[in-house]
């Protein structure tokens, strides 16, 4: 998931109105090392530019 200053990888675990809730997340910021995230992050759906779904296979 993208934002413009940051990215997230991590499961999508609900869709809360304008809200998204994420677990096992990790940040990725540039120039900064990937950070892991303790219990679920909020996003707003408003702020995100785009999402990339990885599926099994």
Known sequence: MNLADKAFA???WAKRGPLLVLRDVTLMQHGAADT???GEVIVERSRVEFIQAV???
């Open 10 to 12: 991590g499961v999508l």
């Open 55 to 57: 599926t099994g296979g």
């Open 36 to 38: 892991p995230m303790d």
